[in-house]
């Protein structure tokens, strides 16, 4: 069985504040990990991918992956409002199937 | 709009009802996957296909459910005999390496 883990959370943190998501899978053959950013009532939006280790940064967005450790995490800085979202990680096998967490709730506090 | 696409947005249905749902991926895409969501879970993998040939499908998924995508284009899903607890969202993805997602079909079953 395949498992990718997050902490439910809620995570709340204050705007302009870093926040920090973090995310195990069981899966040593994983080859790829996303973050995806679901909005209440909405479908799951791609915001980063990272495909070896180490740190990928995208504007405010830096995710870091630790295949040792079976660990991805993504971190957002100067968190705005508008990042409150449940934010998903997934990762994919070597058949190219998707495995997603059952996300974390985040919410930025103005 | 060259995005994943999903009709209808929302179907509602009584109990025993057929109903069946469309994808249309990303055009270069060959991967297109359907996944399942409720309330406060991640997505529930369904069926994945590779151009029109169904390379997988959830054991937890019962035989009342269906998918097609023939030619390797649009897809199909069908839920024959609804049930209550076959409301969800549904979502479609398409790939290529990275997912993305359309807008989902979100089922009530009265």
């Known amino acids: 069985q395949k498992e990718v883990e997050q902490n439910s959370g809620p995570l709340s943190v204050p705007e302009g504040a870093i926040a920090s998501l973090n995310c195990t899978y069981s899966?040593?053959?994983?080859?790829?990990f996303f973050w995806y950013r679901q909005y209440s009532g909405k479908s799951p939006e791609l915001i980063m991918s990272?495909?070896?280790?180490g740190d990928k940064e995208d504007g405010r967005f830096t995710a870091q992956l630790n295949k040792a450790s079976q660990y991805v995490s993504l971190l957002i800085r100067d968190s705005q409002p508008s990042d409150s979202a449940t934010y998903l990680c997934a990762v994919t096998d070597t058949g190219n199937q998707f495995y997603f967490g059952t996300g974390t709730s985040l919410t930025v506090i103005p | 709009d060259t995005g994943v696409s999903q009709n209808p947005r929302h179907k509602i249905t009584k109990r025993g009802q057929n109903v069946t749902f469309r994808c249309d991926p990303i055009?270069?895409?060959?991967?297109l996957y359907w996944y399942r969501q409720t309330l406060g879970q991640g997505p529930e993998f369904l069926t994945y296909f590779q151009n029109e040939a169904q390379l997988e499908k959830s054991r937890l998924l019962s035989d009342r459910f269906s998918a097609e995508r023939p030619k390797g284009s649009f897809s199909t899903l069908e839920i024959q005999r609804t049930e209550q607890g076959d409301s969800a969202m549904y979502l479609c993805?398409?790939?290529?390496?990275?997912?993305?997602f359309g807008q989902g079909t979100r089922l009530t079953v009265v």
């Open positions: 990272i495909y070896s280790n």
């Open positions: 899966d040593r053959g994983s080859q790829s």
């Open positions: 993805a398409s790939s290529f390496a990275e997912a993305f």
């Open positions: 055009s270069e895409h060959n991967r």
